[in-house]
């Protein structure tokens, strides 16, 4: 665990520039909030309110991510209303909070911008129940999302927005279909199932800090597709809240509530949030954990009996999320897994063909924004994979079998990278042997997506010109993969 967040590869220090800058704008938003005149209330809620505006935004494009980053108050501000007038209606504050919960799952359909405004408007209502919201205080909490959302997009689009320096990274959509058969319908009919049975055992444990319960379920279900995604997930949100309490009995508990080091130390929080965010779960909801600790030290409500009661309600919530992707709709390993190779296979041989014709000095013909694609793709690869290399995954050849597509994947894509650095040389030139190559690598997708039956590569040494090196070496692995990726039955990754 801490080889992946320390020793994770960090190109262009994205990853230390995303978490410096979320240090900067959600300070300043704190502070613009404080010159404001807010009270800590709206101090904190405006926090939270930068936090999310530059941690969810994730457009492609600078433009998007401005165009979301303005539609944020337009979906929070209506269910922090509603979150307020109904305080003191359970029944029909639950109802409101489970509908939230649906539609805001059901918006990812809709891509990056759907994705961050169905998570705003599930913390708005979340945030609501953990300041106890009520709408004598709806003015003040105006005021602050406002500010706070205008702060952080001061910093990120005018003080610090690194990404105009960088093309836009490339978004592979998610699979297609329709009703039921649409991944993201499935997710909201589960979501909404699982946050239900968090919200009813949750009240059951406390009628005061039941939304924990509510918020572990959901945020278990952010970026994930199939059971086994959620199921791993719900594992490494457990852990980490766990190791985070543990953290808070040394750190939170010591401070009580002292302002300056409470502050100093919420900042180094978010900064762990951001930064660990890509390359671990459990580290991120550590930091989470503590952040939550702190703020509530800072309120004047941190106790022993609170952390034990935030573990149980966490439990709870990811019980539910676990239920739900087991019983409600359920979507396979398998079948999320099987669909996102295949893409990247296919994504393989576009990189492959245009680079090919970059070589034969076709116009217009540019392999970048494919190999772009194609590491996106391969992320998700690794994402879907992930429970079946899981430490305490027991089936150890699915096990192995996955680790093997994973690195015959890899490998692929390091053979494309060096492919398309090769047809960058303006010297660089084209051959018959290129075409041949070329020709026998679509003929290897198209077996593997295909369930045909996949080419040998020729054997004798490799060649010496260096693309028909990458694309012999890619040839290997194209045709390794066939073994893993058909178990006996002859169907990729069968059983998973």
């Given amino acids: 665990m801490l080889k992946r967040v320390f020793v994770s590869p960090d190109p262009g220090r994205s990853r230390l520039r995303f978490a410096a800058r979320a240090v900067l704008g959600i300070g300043l938003a704190v502070v613009v909030c404080g010159l404001a005149g807010t009270s800590l209330v709206g101090a904190v809620i405006g926090g939270l309110a930068a936090l999310l505006a530059l941690f969810t935004v994730t457009d492609a494009t600078v433009r998007g991510q401005v165009v979301t980053t303005v539609l944020l108050p337009v979906a929070g501000l209506p269910v922090l209303t509603a979150a307020a007038a109904l305080h003191d209606h359970p029944v029909a504050r639950d109802l409101t909070f489970l509908a939230v919960v649906g539609a805001g799952v059901y918006a990812r359909r809709w891509g990056p911008r759907g994705h961050s405004l169905g998570v705003f408007a599930f913390m708005t209502f979340f945030i609501a129940q953990f300041l106890h919201a009520t709408t004598d205080r709806l003015p003040e909490m105006y005021a602050a999302v406002l500010l706070s959302v205008a702060t952080a997009a001061a910093v990120r689009f005018g003080l610090w927005c690194y990404e105009r320096r960088l093309p836009p990274p490339a978004a592979p959509a998610p699979p297609a279909g329709t009703g039921l058969a649409r991944i993201t319908t499935r997710q909201a009919v589960q979501a909404t199932a699982g946050a239900g049975f968090a919200l009813v055992v949750g009240q059951l444990v406390s009628d005061q800090r039941w939304y924990w319960a509510v918020g572990a379920t959901w945020w278990v279900f952010v970026n994930t597709t199939s059971r086994g995604e959620t199921l791993v997930r719900g594992f490494r949100r457990v852990l980490g809240t766990v190791v985070g309490i543990a953290l ?23 900064f762990g949030i951001f930064y660990t965010a890509a390359v671990s779960y459990t580290w991120m909801m550590l930091c989470v954990t503590l952040l939550a600790e702190l703020l509530y030290g800072l309120l004047g409500f941190l106790s022993p009996g609170l952390l034990a009661l935030r573990l149980v309600e966490t439990g709870v919530g990811a019980l539910g999320a676990v239920l739900a992707v087991l019983f409600v709709l359920p979507v396979t390993t398998h079948a999320v897994t099987d669909a996102w190779i295949q893409r990247a296979l296919r994504c393989v041989h576009a990189c492959t063909a245009e680079a090919a014709a970059r070589l034969a000095g076709t116009e217009g013909a540019d392999p970048a924004p494919r190999v772009a694609e194609l590491e996106q793709l391969l992320g998700r690869v690794r994402l879907s994979l992930a429970p079946l290399v899981h430490p305490l995954n027991p089936v150890r050849g699915r096990k192995h079998r996955a680790r093997r597509v994973l690195a015959l994947l890899d490998d692929c894509a390091r053979e494309i990278r060096g492919l398309v650095a090769v047809a960058a040389d303006p010297e660089a030139s084209h051959d018959a042997r290129l075409t041949a190559a070329c020709w026998r690598v679509e003929n290897a997708v198209e077996a593997l997506t295909g369930g045909g039956s996949v080419p040998a590569r020729a054997s ?29 039955s002859g169907s990729p990754l069968a059983g998973a």
């Fill in 460 to 488: 004798g040494p490799r060649a010496a010109e260096p693309a028909l090196a990458h694309l012999h070496g890619l040839e290997h692995a194209l045709a390794e993969l066939a073994a893993p990726l058909r178990a006996p």
């Fill in 248 to 270: 808070g009995f040394l750190i939170a508990f010591p401070l009580a509530g002292a302002a300056v080091p409470t502050a100093v130390l919420a900042a180094a929080c978010v």
